[in-house]
């Protein structure tokens, strides 16, 4: 199966700096990268995806890059607030499944 | 209003009792998933399926079975449990056969086998 690692597995900033979460994952045959966050004692829900054939993708202060060659894509928060904290899992699709990441937990400092 | 249900929410059984989670969804998606989420390991994939009476293993799908009779329902089913499932399960579902759209989740089951 895809191995799958997430890093860093814990993160803190303070409000309103920038969060990088790298994902790098080993089968080349992955197309459709997705992001979820989860907040504590709630369920997983997604934040922003990319699919194989586009670089880099935004949506507001969210933002996904994807490197293909090298295998790995990572998501970028600007003007982190505190809501923001929160576990960020990375799930990249390898044959109709999906490994997850182990996860990132966020903590945006007020 | 468009949403995954799991039922129950928690549950406290014992080591050999078989028992079912149930996972509907009404958004009339063809891909349905299970997973688990153990401390530290993310979240772990157990069994999908792709469309009615179409099912397969994920990365964890030993000691679980799966059915998929109707579009809407894919049941998880331990038939002899063992505390090595006590976990957080997670169903969720996807739009198209492959599931690589938003998946949304239901609220999760908090399993302890005793």
């Known amino acids: 199966g895809e191995n799958v690692e997430q890093h860093p597995s814990t993160l803190s900033v303070q409000e309103g700096d920038s969060a990088v979460i790298k994902c790098t994952y080993s089968d080349s045959a992955s197309n459709y990268f997705p992001w979820y966050k989860q907040e504590l004692g709630k369920r997983p829900q997604l934040i922003i995806d990319?699919?194989?054939?586009?670089g880099e993708k935004k949506d507001q202060r969210i933002a996904v890059t994807l490197n293909k060659t090298a295998k790995h894509f990572s998501l970028h928060i600007t003007e982190t607030q505190p809501e923001d904290s929160a576990v960020y899992f990375c799930?990249?699709?390898?044959?109709?499944?999906?490994?997850f990441g182990s996860g990132t937990k966020l903590n945006v400092k007020p | 209003e468009a949403q995954v249900t799991q039922n129950p929410r928690y549950l406290i059984t014992v080591t050999g009792k078989k028992l079912t989670v149930t996972c509907s969804q009404n958004m009339n998606h063809e891909y349905m998933s299970w997973y688990r989420q153990d401390p530290g390991l993310g979240l772990r994939q157990i069994y999908y399926?792709?469309?009615?009476?179409?099912?397969d293993k994920g990365d964890v799908p030993e000691g679980y079975k799966v059915s998929r009779k109707e579009k809407r329902n894919f049941p998880l089913i331990l038939e002899s449990p063992s505390p090595n499932q006590t976990s957080l399960y997670f169903c969720?579902?996807?739009?198209?056969?492959?599931?690589?759209?938003?998946?949304?989740f239901g609220p999760g089951t908090r399993l302890t086998v005793l």
């Open positions: 969720a579902s996807s739009w198209g056969l492959a599931g690589d759209n938003e998946q949304f």
């Open positions: 399926s792709m469309n009615v009476e179409v099912t």
């Open positions: 990319i699919r194989s054939n586009v």
């Open positions: 799930a990249p699709d390898n044959f109709n499944k999906f490994y």
